[in-house]
């Protein structure tokens, strides 16, 4: 086992740092209160958990990968507006929180996917669009896959 602390791969005991208990090092664990200085090992190594797409990039909906618009909270509040209904009404009809609602129109809250789905039943918006990378402006790249560096804006 790996310290969760250090990254060293001897981690022999078990202690509370800051609130939480860890599997760390001898040397780490002076970092917190000593709970056991025995070796926990799995039966079975953990597997990484799946996670849900996240709100704001979905590869499930056609299989090309889409982000979540800029305008999502604009493209709701209209959609709500022209079927002349308040956010009450609309969170009813959904089944959401008022509260929700009114986060996402303002562009507070991110919809996750399910709401998405809920929005485009009932409105019939989309609010995701296409992931737009044009890989030519990208030199000594073609034939290679992308990679978070070749993408991000760095301010």
């Not at 597997?47 to 889409?66: I, L, Y």
């Not at 959609?79 to 959904?94: G, P, V």
């Not at 562009?107 to 929005?119: A, I, Y």
């Not at 989309?126 to 070749?150: A, H």
Request: glycine share 6%; with cysteine; proline share 3%.
């Amino acid at each position: 086992m790996n310290c969760e602390v250090c990254g060293t791969s001897d981690a022999s005991c078990i202690a509370e740092v800051e609130g939480s208990e860890m599997r760390v090092c001898d040397e780490c664990s002076s970092l917190g209160t000593l709970k056991s200085k025995e070796v926990v090992v799995d039966a079975e190594p953990q597997k990484p958990s799946e996670k849900k797409s996240s709100s704001w990039h979905s590869s499930s909906f056609d299989g090309s990968d889409k982000v979540l618009k800029k305008n999502y909270g604009e493209v709701v509040r209209k959609a709500r507006e022209q079927s002349d209904l308040s956010m009450e009404e609309l969170s009813h009809d959904i089944s959401e929180k008022e509260s929700v609602i009114r986060r996402v129109e303002h562009g507070e809250l991110k919809p996750d996917e399910e709401l998405c789905k809920k929005l485009k039943r009932k409105f019939e918006v989309e609010l995701f669009e296409d992931l737009d990378i044009d890989p030519e402006k990208f030199n000594g790249k073609e034939g290679k896959d992308l990679t978070i560096g070749d993408v991000a804006k760095v301010k």
